[in-house]
């Protein structure tokens, strides 16, 4: 299935876009979808797994869990915390 993957905040930084296409085999979660793209980060030497514990996740404009089975075309859109602490963690 194709999803579209927004990126906000840091995030844009670290995938140096503000979205894209993403494919994921019919049934995945959306945990799935954020751990693939975790680990994607962190081949970019991107490791701040306190990031992405706490991104919020909203399919099609309403907010969700990671236990959420995604469907094809559905929109993503992965919201960091807005303010406070990244420079910790960033350096």
Do not use: C, H
Request: cysteine-free; charged content about 25%; aromatic content about 8%.
């Amino acid at each position: 299935m194709r999803l579209r993957v927004l990126y906000f905040g840091v995030l844009k930084d670290i995938f140096g876009r503000d979205g894209e296409e993403v494919e994921l085999p019919a049934g995945s979660s959306v945990e799935m979808l954020t751990k693939m793209l975790r680990e994607r980060a962190r081949g970019g030497s991107i490791a701040a797994d306190d990031l992405w514990r706490s991104v919020a996740v909203a399919v099609n404009q309403e907010y969700v869990q990671g236990a959420v089975v995604l469907q094809d075309r559905d929109e993503v859109a992965l919201l960091p915390p807005v303010s406070g602490g990244w420079d910790e963690v960033w350096g």
